[in-house]
């Protein structure tokens, strides 16, 4: 009866430290896949705040574009009040000038916009399409 006590008491002492090793095992599994889960929720918030933070850069860019529209169209009205000898040579420089910007502008746009994601991208695209037609819309007025 001792031995078979003896055996017993083996037996569960050996079934205890499995059941201990297994779960001290998993404890390390569930610890290593939370980390890698608070990585990657980490990561997706750094990611999705760069892209808040560039498509505010993007609307900001939109408003000082239509900020120097209306500069434009101010100067449009100005100068059509001038001499029209005074008018053509300050309008044809004035042209030049605003095709420079308007190009300048465009490319930096187009940089940081290769930068958002495509979601993001189709609805900004949405925003300078109605900003090149005011601004063609503008062009010729001018002419």
Same mark, same amino acid.
């Not at 009866?1 to 017993?8: A, K, L, Q, Y």
């Not at 601004?135 to 002419?143: F, G, Q, T, V, W």
């Given at each position: 009866?001792?031995?078979?006590?003896?055996?017993?008491s083996?037996?569960?002492?050996?079934?205890?430290?499995?059941?201990?090793?297994?779960?001290?095992?998993?404890?390390?599994?569930?610890?290593?896949?939370?980390?890698?889960?608070?990585?990657?929720?980490?990561?997706?918030e750094?990611?999705?705040?760069?892209?808040?933070?560039?498509?505010? @850069?993007?609307?900001?860019?939109?408003? =000082? &574009?239509?900020?120097?529209? !209306? /500069?434009?169209?101010?100067?449009?009205? +100005? *100068? #059509?009040?001038?001499?029209?000898?005074?008018?053509?040579?300050?309008?044809?420089?004035?042209?030049?000038?605003?095709?420079?910007?308007?190009?300048?502008?465009?490319?930096?746009?187009?940089?940081?916009?290769?930068?958002?994601?495509? @979601?993001?991208?189709?609805?900004?695209? =949405? &925003?300078?399409?109605?900003? !090149? /037609?005011v601004?063609?819309?503008?062009? +010729? *007025? #001018?002419?």
């Open positions: 009866m001792v031995d078979e006590d003896d055996t017993c083996t037996r569960l002492n050996d079934l205890t430290k499995k059941v201990d090793e297994r779960l001290h095992s998993q404890g390390k599994e569930i610890t290593y896949l939370r980390n890698i889960v608070d990585e990657q929720r980490k990561s997706q750094t990611s999705e705040r760069n892209h808040k933070c560039q498509i505010q @850069r993007l609307e900001q860019k939109v408003h =000082e &574009l239509e900020q120097h529209i !209306k /500069s434009l169209k101010d100067d449009q009205s +100005k *100068l #059509e009040k001038e001499p029209t000898e005074e008018r053509s040579a300050k309008s044809i420089m004035a042209n030049r000038i605003r095709e420079q910007e308007r190009i300048q502008s465009a490319n930096e746009v187009n940089a940081q916009l290769e930068q958002v994601p495509r @979601r993001e991208r189709n609805s900004f695209r =949405e &925003l300078v399409k109605r900003l !090149k /037609s601004h063609e819309n503008h062009a +010729k *007025l #001018e002419e």
